[in-house]
């Protein structure tokens, strides 16, 4: 079946210093991947999602590169900033599908 | 406009009741998802509705665990002799259409069961 893993938090990290949290999947076909967030006290909210390979999702400063030869959809930001503090799915459908398939969740702490 | 809402918020009951947890999707969207979140973890997919059909149940835990969406608007998951492991938030999503269109989460029912 389908499964995404992504790196185990707490990620602790300073105020403009480079964030990047690991995700892989295992699926066949070709899902679309997605990361979502989720703020203190509030519901999850999408970030950004990558359709097919290649493709780069983008959102608030943040960046995802679809990459099909590794089955990876990495997470990164340049410069975070103390708002970004929260915790980030990776998440996956298949082609034709619906159902969002989500891995374990990591949490970012930015200090500032 | 107004986003997915879920009722209660919080809702604790004792091992072998029965709960009923509700979901107003956003207006117009066809498409209904129930997720169940336990704590630390990811959310894993329930079942899924286009319109007043359930398209996809698979990943009903047992026959305990019901959801219904009579008029293709509002959604009731509905859960039978509660047990202690049922203990989670269990969220609500819409989507525009299903297939690809961005599915919006609402907050979530916390479910504790003592």
């Known amino acids: 079946g389908n499964s995404v893993t992504q790196m185990e938090g707490p990620v602790t990290l300073s105020e403009e210093a480079f964030l990047t949290i690991n995700c892989t999947y295992t699926a066949t076909g070709y899902p679309s991947l997605f990361w979502y967030v989720q703020y203190p006290g509030e519901g999850l909210q999408l970030l950004l999602k990558a359709t097919k390979a290649d493709d780069k999702g983008s959102n608030k400063g943040f960046e995802a590169t679809y990459r099909k030869e590794t089955t990876s959809f990495h997470l990164e930001k340049g410069s975070v900033q103390v708002s970004d503090s929260a915790v980030y799915f990776c998440?996956?459908?298949?082609?034709?599908?619906?159902?969002?398939?989500f891995g374990g969740g990591t949490r970012v702490l930015v200090k500032p | 406009g107004a986003g997915v809402s879920q009722t209660p918020s919080n809702k604790v009951t004792e091992k072998g009741k029965y709960v009923e947890l509700r979901c107003d999707p956003i207006s117009g969207h066809t498409a209904l998802y129930w997720y169940r979140q336990s704590l630390g973890q990811g959310p894993e997919f329930l079942i899924y509705f286009q319109g007043t059909g359930a398209a996809d149940d698979s990943g009903l835990p047992n026959d305990r665990f019901f959801a219904v969406r009579p008029e293709g608007s509002v959604s009731t998951l509905k859960i039978q002799r509660t047990e202690r492991g049922d203990s989670a938030v269990y969220l609500c999503?819409?989507?525009?259409?299903?297939?690809?269109?961005?599915?919006?989460f609402g907050p979530g029912t916390r479910l504790t069961v003592t």
């Open positions: 999503a819409s989507s525009r259409t299903g297939g690809q269109s961005e599915q919006y």
């Open positions: 998440a996956l459908t298949k082609a034709a599908g619906n159902k969002l398939t």
